[in-house]
C-alpha cells in the first residue's frame, strides 16, 4: 500500500492549481469563498473557461470534449478547484445527460446535443420528482402519448434546480400504466419554449430561488427527442442517479468549509479568547475533522476500486458526505453567536457589517445545506440501498 | 407537588394561545417578520390589552405576575405561533426597570404606550459583560451595541455601558437620540445596530451587573419556553405530515425507521419542557448561582433538543420542510436561531461546568 500521490499526479495538481491561479479572478473566487449566490453570468463565465481548456467535461471521452484522466485525477481536479473557491459546474447537462447521451442516445443525438453542452448554448435542467413521487421515484405520474411523430405531455415536475436559467430539460415521464411501474417509464428531452409549459419559482427556507416547478399542459414533443427505447427510462435513471453520487461525497469542498470555519474560530472570541482555544468549541471542529479524514480515505478506497460493495459504497459516501458537510455548516453557524441572526441580505447595514464579511451568509448556508441530504435520493433511501445490498431484499 | 399552571396562568396561557391564533396566522406572522417594520404597532396594542405586559411584571411593580411561570406561561404561546412582536427585548426592558425602581416606564410598557429593548451584545464581546466596551463620559454613552431584539420599534434603550471606575451600569437612551440601524433577522423578527456617539444618556443604575445577569436570566428562561412551544407545534406537524404523505403506496408514518426518529425526538421535547419547568422555578429562588446553573442547563438542552427537533423535522419532511411556503420550515428557523440569542448550548456548557460540583477536589 501506498498512500502518495504519484510524481505525474503531483505535476498534475500543479497544472490545475496555475491554471487556477491564472483564470479564476479574485472577485469570483471572493463570492463562492462568502457562499454568496452567484448569478448566471458568474456560472456561465466560468463555465466557458473551463471550457477553453477542455477540462469542462472531464468525465466525458475525448471524442465528445473530455479528457483522458484517471479517476485520481478526477479526484486531484474537484479538491484543487474546491479548494481555490471556484464555482462548481452545473451538472444537469455536464455531469448527467451528458453520460446518459454517450451511453443510450442515438449518433445524432450525441452529435447535436454534446456540443451546445459544452459552448454553453444549452442550459438542461433535470425533470424528475413530481409532487407525489419523491423517494418513491417510479411512482411518478407526468404522463407522454404518442400522436403520430410527437408525444404530448401532461403532468407536473418540481424541485427543477436552476430552472429559471434553463432553455431545455430532460423528463421522466411515464409512457405506459401496464406491468411493473418501473417499466413504463421513459426519458426525453424538451425544449422549455414549447408552448404548454410554465415555471413557477420555489422560495426556499433561508430566502433563497434555486428550485423550481414546472407544469405541462399539452406539451406536444418530437418522438425524435426520446433517449433510449420508450419506457427504458427507469434503466437510464439508474444509471444516471449511480453517476450523480460519484463525487456527491464532496470532499474538497467540505475540506475547504473546515479550513474556512478553523480560519473564522481563530478570528472571533468568546470570553476574551480566540474561539478556537476554547476547548468545547476546539472539540467540535477536531471531531468533524476526524470524520472528514476518514472519508478522504473511504473516497480515495473507491476510486481506486478496492472498496467492496461497489453499488452501496456510494450510498455510503453519500451519508457521511452530506452528513458531515452538515456538521461543518452548523459549526460554521454557531461559530458567529449571536452575530448569525441578520438576515443575509442585510449583514451589512449602511456602513456597519455585523458579521466579518467571509461569514455574513454561514446562517443561510447551514439552512440551505439541509437540503443535501433530502436531494439526489434521500439518505433515508441510501440506507435502503444499503439495506438491500446487505440483507439481499 | 403540583405541576398543575394556577387560574390566572391558565386563563392568560389560553387567551393568549386564542389571540394568536386568531390575530397572528402564520401568513401574517410572516408579513411582520419579513418585511416592513417586523412588528405590528396594532398588535403590540391588543397584546398589552390583553395584558401580557402586566403578566411579564409582579405586583409589587405594578403588574400582575412577574415569575418565572408567568413568563413561560406567555413565551410557550409566543413560540406556538413564533410571533415575532418583540417581547423578548420588553421582557428584560420591564426586568431592569423593576430592578431599579423605574415605576413611571413600567407602567407605559404594560400599557403598550412604550416599548424598550435591552442593548449588551457588542460585535467583539458578543454574550460576554466582562467585555462590554460602550463607555460612559458624563452623561452620555459612546460606541456600539450588535444585534439588539426589538431595538427596531423601542422608544428607549436600555444600554449596558462601563463607566471610568470600570463598572458595568445602566443607562437609559432614547431612540430619537441614537442611531438606530433596523433589519430583520434570518427567522424573521427585528433587530438593530445602535451607533452611540457622544449620545444624552440617563443613568439607571452605576453598578448593575446583578441586575443584569437577572434580567438575562429570566430572558434565557422565556427563550427556552419559547423552544418548547414551537416544538410542540413542529412535532404535530411532522406527526401530520407522516401520516398524511404517501410513498410506495402507504403513509409514510408506517416506516419504523421514521416512526423510531419522532419518537425520539419527543423523549426530548419532554426533556426540554421538564428542564424548563426547573429553571423557571429558580428563576424565583432568590440565589443568584443556583439560578444561573438552572438556567444554563436549561437553555443547554433546549439548544440541543431544538437542533434536533428542527433538523430531524426538516428532514422527513423531504423537499416540502425546505421550502419558504411551509410553516414548519419557518419554526425550524426559530428552533435553530433561538440558540443564537442569549448564549448557545456550547456557552451554557460553559456556565454549566463552572457552576456545578463537578471539578470540586475528591
Redesign the interface.
Known sequence: MDLNFTPEEEAFRQEVRDFLKDKLSEELATKVRNGRDLNRADMEGWHATLNSRGWLAPGWPVEHGGTTWDSVQMHIFEEECARANAPRTVPFGLGMLGPVLIKFGTEEQKATILPRILSGEDWWCQGY?EP?A???LA?LKTRAIRDGDDYIINGQK??TTLGQFANKIFCLVRTSTEGKRQEGISFILVDLDTPGIEMRP??????GFE?NEVFFTDVRVPAANMVGEENMGWTIAKYLLGHERTNIAGVGASSEALSQLKALARKV????KPLAQ?P??AA?IAEVEIDLEAMRMTNLRMLSGVADAQGSVSSMLKIKGTVIRQAIN?LS??A?????????S?DV??N?A?APAEAASN??N??NN??L???GG???IQ?NIIAKETFGA | MDFSPTEDRRMIGDSLRRYLAEQYPIEHRNKVAYDGEFHDPAKWAELAELGILGALVSEDDGGFGGAGFDITTVFEEMGRAICPEPMLGNLMALRLYAAHGQAERIEAIIAGAEKAAFAFDESDAFGDLDEIAVKVEGDTLTGRKTVVYGGNSADFLLVAARSATGALGLYEVAANDAEVLPYAMIDGAGAAEIILDKTKARCIAEDARASIEAALDAGRVALCAEAVGAMDVIKVMTKDYLMQRQQFGRPIALFQALQHRLVDFSIEIEQARSITIHAAAKLDSGDPKARALAVAQAKNLIGRAGKLVAEEAVQMHGGIGMTWEYAGSHYAKRLIMIDHQLGDTEDQLRTAMSLSDISEPA
Not at chain 1, 458567529?336 to 443575509?344: D, E, K, M, N, V
Open positions: 420528482s407525489g419523491g423517494s418513491d411512482s418540481t424541485w420555489i422560495k426556499l427556507i433561508e430566502g428550485v472570541k468568546r470570553k476574551g476554547d468545547i468549541f467540535r452548523d453557524r454557531r458567529l453567536g449571536a452575530l448569525a441572526a441578520p438576515f443575509p442585510e447595514i449602511g456597519y455585523i446562517a443561510a447551514y439552512f439541509r437540503k441530504s433530502i436531494f434521500s439518505n433515508e440506507r
